[in-house]
């Protein structure tokens, strides 16, 4: 799909070196950057990969890190 968008002078500036450097088009660079940000914006697709990570790779107890995990909540004032 082609659209037109308005950005301010140092920002296409600024893509257009970054494009130029990883040999991407200006179209893949911007549509990149569009992808990496919504997919930092959607907060359901963020816990999605979550879920699906620790599926993959299973939930194990870490016995530090459970130690760790209390000790810093005995130390926080609620």
């Known amino acids: 799909m082609k659209t037109a968008i308005s950005i301010p002078n140092d920002l296409f500036e600024g893509a257009e070196r970054l494009a130029r450097r990883t040999r991407r088009s200006r179209s893949r ?3 990149d ?3 990496e940000y919504l997919a930092r914006h959607e907060p359901d697709g963020v816990t999605e990969s979550m879920d699906r990570a620790i ?4 939930e ?3 016995e530090f890190v459970s130690s760790a995990g209390r000790r810093t909540l005995k130390q926080t004032e609620w």
Request: hydrophobic letters at 30%.
């Open 29 to 31: 660079l911007y549509g």
């Open 33 to 35: 950057a569009l992808r």
């Open 55 to 58: 599926t993959e790779i299973g």
């Open 60 to 62: 194990g107890k870490d």
